[in-house]
């Protein structure tokens, strides 16, 4: 059996039933957003529809729609047992609700070739490299670190850095009440953290610690993790609207290094992770 994890938006309270299919020996297809890795952690609680094939299931982030005859497998009366559903090519939706999302190259009409075509297309997005970090937000007494690889340096004079949010995220309300931000660079030991940091976090102001993790305040007073190799703190100077997120460019407002500066970070490829595509 072959179980296509197509969305992140796994309800906590169905985690152990996903896990039981996980461990009944099905082999989990990476095929969209966060991957099987972060099941075991879901971010959020979106109705999840679980479609059954005859060789394989799989479980969608969207609501169903009567051609696809799926079954809406949270919310009252569904039913535990999935139920065998007319045959559809696995995938002919987008996590998350949305149609696949074009443009589509020529020839490449029907729902089959769009599908292909979109896995491709995220399996080329997915290989471009890329850091991962926990970036810290702030507005007044709110708090959030949450993990993120969209982020680069566009500008060197003056010296901004991009990152790309989520509109649903709460770091993303945060950062545009708040206007700051601060990335963190994780050292490479440290990759469990980032699973610690994709769910609004539990801010403890006494031990000055998000979810455990102690923090400091930066010039900013936005949160800088004691444990992180490096950090770059930043002022929100533009927003710019790119659909799905938001690009904040922060003008680097202070740096530095609370670890050796020679240590290894965290790059997506040191995990099984991937985001986006
Ligand atoms: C490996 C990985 C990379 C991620 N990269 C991003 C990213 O670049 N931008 C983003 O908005 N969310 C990214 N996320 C998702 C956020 O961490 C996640 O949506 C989180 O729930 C948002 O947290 P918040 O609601 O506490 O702000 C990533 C998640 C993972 C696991």
Redesign the pocket.
Known sequence: MIVCLRTVDVPADRRDEYLAWIAAGAEVRKSHG?LAE?VCEP??GDTVVVTVWPDHVTFDGWIATPERDALTASGAGASRRPRRASRLPCGTMAAGGTALVGPFPAGADSDEAKDAYDRLRRRVLWTMPSG?YVLGARDGDRL?G??????TQVSDEPKLLAV???K?????ELLLAGRVFTLNVIDREDRAI??K?????EVDRAARALNGFPYREGTTGAPILVQAVGYLDCEVRQTVDCGS?TLFLGEIVDAGFNKAEESAVLR?ED?R????G
């Not at 992770?273 to 986006?276: D, L, T």
């Open positions: 966060i972060l971010t959020r991962l959030n949450m993990t993120l690889n969209w982020a790309s949010v989520e649903p995220a709460f770091t993303h980032v699973r940091f994709t769910k609004p976090v997120h997506m995990t992770m991937n985001y986006g």
